[in-house]
């Protein structure tokens, strides 16, 4: 399946917080070095734009069933992201 094709999954979502969580609580521990907070940084930004796409995608389906009463597919929506 190509990834345009892939509709956000929650279990996703819900990992991807998770592992937000852990990856400030690392930071605010203040225990890592210099490039262990750099690297945590990097992953945490891309954890963000994966939360806020998954998110974006769900409020773009919510609007359209709320439109019409019918959910019909968003391939845009789900484009957007990549």
Do not use: N, W, Y
């Not at 592992?19 to 963000?48: H, I, N, P, W, Y």
């Not at 796409?53 to 439109?67: F, G, M, N």
């Amino acid at each position: 399946m190509a990834k345009s094709d892939k509709k956000p999954d929650l279990a996703d979502f819900e990992s991807a917080m998770r592992e937000l969580d852990e990856v400030v609580k690392a930071m605010e521990s203040g225990e890592l070095t210099l490039e262990q907070s750099l690297s945590r940084f990097e992953r945490g930004v891309a954890l963000v734009k994966q939360c806020q796409a998954t998110l974006k995608t769900a409020e773009l389906r919510i609007e359209q069933l709320s439109a019409d009463g019918e959910l019909t597919p968003l391939d845009a929506a789900e484009t957007d992201h990549e």
